[in-house]
């Protein structure tokens, strides 16, 4: 990331909407705002393989049930706004095929997806291809639901609307197999 041109653009920007960006408060913010980048957009450089190579240490198993990680926290970046994705909960689920990943590397999939500038539906489909790479499974499920600031703090400001997606693959084309995804995420 070429945080020393961010830096400039954050300076121009700042003069673009009014402001002085040469006063006291603003003085080292396109400096802040280059570092937050940094980290907000990680996600970025990587290919849903290369996170898949990051974080998919995997473990052999002799079983084939059903794997879920619920209640991830996580935040994004909407593509059409730049603006943020706040109160988001990803479950993911997965039917292993001979090899489990880390429970903990889930999480850490997630949060990799989310530091890109995304749609909440390709946020699932990318955790799912990480996933379904790392494991070689083919079935896998990820629920998403988020609040978008570019609905709630502008625009229609719809502050209590939240959007709900499901990325399906696999098996979980089939509905009872959703259904048993949906009864162990509320378990
Ligand atoms: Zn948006």
Do not use: W
């Not at 999480?107 to 799912?128: F, H, N, T, V, W």
């Amino acid at each position: 990331m070429d945080t020393e041109k961010i830096e400039g653009l954050v300076y121009e920007l700042l003069k673009a909407i009014g402001e002085n960006p040469d006063r006291e408060g603003l003085l080292e913010t396109p400096k802040r705002v280059a570092q937050m980048m940094v980290e907000m957009y990680e996600g970025i450089q990587y290919s849903n393989a290369d996170i898949a190579d990051m974080f998919g240490k995997t473990f052999t198993v002799d079983t084939n049930q059903m794997v879920v990680v619920k209640d991830i926290s996580c935040f994004s970046y909407c593509e059409h706004h730049m603006a943020l994705m706040y109160d988001m909960n990803i479950s993911v689920g997965y039917i292993p095929k001979g090899k489990v990943i880390g429970l903990s590397k889930i999480p850490r999939i997630a949060e990799m997806c989310c530091k890109r500038l995304q749609l909440q539906e390709k946020i699932g489909e990318d955790i799912s291809e990480v996933i379904s790479l790392a494991t070689g499974s083919e079935d896998v499920i990820v629920h998403i639901t988020s609040s978008h600031s570019c609905m709630s703090a502008r625009g229609i400001k719809s502050t209590d609307s939240k959007t709900t997606t499901l990325a399906t693959k696999g098996a979980f084309g089939d509905d009872a197999m959703i259904q048993r995804f949906m009864l162990m995420k509320q378990s």
